[in-house]
């Protein structure tokens, strides 16, 4: 098992920055990549930036520029810095780690709301 907890969202004007944090703990050893994804209301969930342990990254082609991923492995925290944000990046963030084997785990999610 593997719990997962996000922090950091919030009400911003669009243009400004938010940073979002995921705690993990359990059985983290085992993650193979995470990242976050996030989910707009009437729309499917999507992958916004995921990075494996061997720090390979990749973005959402619309946040490429604006938003980076980052890990500090020694406390088990996973980051996404968003700036310049839009109306539409509004959604609620989900952490998300995948475990050899395929096993996936989700955080409660945190909401980013952007108003122009």
């Known amino acids: 098992q593997v719990q997962l907890v996000e922090s950091g969202g919030g009400l911003v004007h669009a243009g400004g920055s938010l940073r979002l944090s995921c705690v993990a703990s359990?059985?983290?050893?085992?993650?193979?990549?995470m990242g976050w994804y996030r989910q707009a209301p009437g729309k499917e969930r999507e992958m916004v930036a995921r990075v494996t342990v061997g720090g390979t990254s990749d973005y959402l082609d619309s946040v490429k520029g604006r938003f980076s991923i980052s890990r500090d492995p020694a406390k088990d925290q996973l980051f996404l810095q968003m700036n310049n944000l839009r109306p539409e990046d509004t959604a609620v963030y989900y952490c998300?780690?995948?475990?050899?084997?395929?096993?996936?785990?989700w955080g409660q999610g945190t909401q980013v709301t952007i108003y122009s």
């Open positions: 998300w780690h995948r475990l050899h084997g395929s096993e996936e785990y």
């Open positions: 359990g059985r983290i050893f085992s993650t193979d990549i």
